[in-house]
């Protein structure tokens, strides 16, 4: 668009780089206007930059009209000549010759005045929080973590896989899908026992959107030895937790020839990665939600602060090797630890073979380790069927990685390549074989050992952010009675 005869220069260049006394045009949307007898300042945001420009207006040069029409949240474009600035904060603004008023935003109506919102308030403006500095931080180290994550594998040479969307296969063995028919709700077609004919329906059975992509990461795998998916997850699981999503990110590597300790390096090895890429490519915008973290823990009580700041917590865990020990050993620390002792925890730990909830883990994390931990060799009673099993015949190769305020950032686990065991523990689990007869021919032919895990990609956000609550690092969240937007 030349709108003004000129292209546009993105603010995030004007600002770094570009000259003085250089006539240039800029776009965004107002942030403030500052009114005085002889000038007027507009702060400008085009998303490129955490940072507004400074647009200096001297009102006899621009239509009243015009000028009267402009207010927070409207929609601009000024052309002008960059110079430099005398305020302090900024190198350069623009001293505006010409104002283009693409859309006005009503000051009475416009939600987004320039004060301090709730991040409740702006769940519910989830269609307007972009225009705010947190979610454009956000929304801007997202974007520099899903490039991370790719160029990560792809300069391990993993290969990327899409794994489908809909699938007929329950991976997790969980049965908290979400059903994708036609059918019609009201009146579907039933056989002659009364059940729900899905022969009808689109696939000709039932389905579902998928939890993972894990099992056919894996048949690609067992081909092209290491590959990852990173694709939309989903889960109708009831949980309306800060660390919950019905709808989320997952990255999945699957690697031949791998084992629990190969899994386990490569999974720490990548947390390191992109924490480090994060510090290296994101640094403007994560010294604001530092700042904006150290203002928020200024309002809680002081025994629930953190003691670290972000950035401090973001090297800290790049620089510490992660705490690596067995469900056993964990189950042991809990058991002896006083909030177990004193019934602190909602779920006291009583033996051998609890499941480990999200306070135990941070426990762990938090106050006996205090760095991430990971724990393997988990009960095969509350893991996957897909696990390999250890030798005692009680435990299975799990790992899972632990991060502070966090809890389980990573799941994952070698595989069982035994084609008997693995069938015999999905006879266990009363896992309808049929459905994955695919899956165990891998087994069948040409097995080989290999191990995978799948990352949270909003658990790592939350990280790597220090937001508190899953909702504000995904730009349209999903969760129990929520799909508004
Ligand atoms: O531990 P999970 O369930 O593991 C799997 O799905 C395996 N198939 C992974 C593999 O081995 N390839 O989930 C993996 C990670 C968790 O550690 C957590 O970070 C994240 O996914 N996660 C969720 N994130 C947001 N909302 C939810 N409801 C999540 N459930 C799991
Ligand atoms: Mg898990």
Redesign the pocket.
């Given at each position: 668009m030349l709108d003004h005869g000129i292209k546009r220069t993105k603010i995030k260049e004007l600002l770094l780089t570009g000259e003085v006394d250089r006539e240039v045009v800029a776009k965004g949307w107002v942030r403030t206007k500052r009114e005085s007898k002889n000038v007027i300042f507009i702060t400008l945001n085009d998303g490129s930059t955490m940072h507004n420009l400074q647009v200096v207006v001297e009102p006899e040069t621009i239509a009243r009209d015009i000028l009267d029409r402009i207010h927070t949240g409207a929609g601009l474009s000024v052309r002008g000549i960059l110079i430099e600035s005398p305020g302090a904060g900024q190198r350069v603004e623009l001293k505006a010759n010409d104002i283009i008023l693409y859309g006005e935003a009503d000051p009475e109506e416009y939600p987004l005045q320039p004060k301090k919102h709730s991040l409740e308030f702006l769940r519910e403006k989830a269609h307007l929080r972009f225009r705010t500095n947190t979610f454009g931080a956000v929304t801007r180290v997202r974007h520099v973590m899903i490039f991370a994550i790719h160029k990560f594998f792809n300069d391990k040479g993993f290969y990327n896989i899409h794994s489908p969307i809909i699938t007929g296969s329950d991976?997790?063995g969980a049965g908290e899908m979400f059903r994708v028919t036609i059918l019609d709700p009201v009146k579907p077609p039933l056989n002659e026992k009364g059940e729900v004919d899905y022969s009808e329906d689109f696939f000709g059975k039932p389905t579902n959107l998928t939890?993972?992509g894990?099992l056919e990461?894996e048949l690609a795998a067992l081909a092209m030895s290491d590959v990852y998916t990173f694709g939309p997850?989903f889960?109708a699981?009831n949980?309306n937790t800060s660390?919950?999503?019905?709808e989320?990110w997952?990255i999945?590597p699957?690697m031949a020839f791998y084992d629990i300790h190969d899994d386990m390096d490569l999974a720490e090895e990548m947390l390191k990665y992109l924490v480090k890429y994060s510090l290296d490519h994101c640094r403007e915008d994560l010294d604001f939600l530092a700042k904006r973290l150290e203002d928020e823990e200024k309002n809680k009580k002081q025994e629930e602060r953190s003691s670290m700041g972000l950035i401090e917590k973001l090297e800290f865990v790049l620089n510490n090797d992660f705490e690596r020990i067995t469900y056993t050993q964990a189950i042991d620390i809990l058991m002896n630890s006083k909030p177990n002792k004193q019934k602190k925890f909602q779920f006291v730990i009583e033996k051998w073979g609890a499941d480990m909830q999200s306070e135990h883990e941070r426990y762990l994390v938090e106050k006996h380790f205090k760095k991430p931990v990971i724990i393997t060799d988990y009960p095969r009673e509350i893991k996957?069927f897909y696990m390999k099993q250890n030798a005692d015949g009680k435990t299975v190769r799990a790992m899972?990685v632990l991060f502070p305020q966090i809890g389980?950032?990573?799941?994952?686990?070698q595989r069982e390549e035994v084609l008997e065991k693995l069938r015999q523990r999905i006879r266990e689990m009363h896992i309808p074989e049929e459905t994955l007869w695919w899956y165990l021919e891998t087994r069948k032919f040409g097995t080989v050992p290999h191990a995978?895990?799948?990352?949270?990609f909003?658990?790592l956000m939350l990280f790597i952010t220090g937001m508190g609550n899953?909702r504000d690092v995904i730009p349209f969240p999903r969760a129990p009675l929520n799909a508004e937007f």
């Open positions: 991976a997790e939890v993972s894990q990461a997850t889960r699981e949980s660390r919950h999503l019905a989320f997952m999945e699957e996957a899972d389980e950032i990573i799941g994952g686990s995978g895990f799948g990352l949270g909003e658990r899953i």
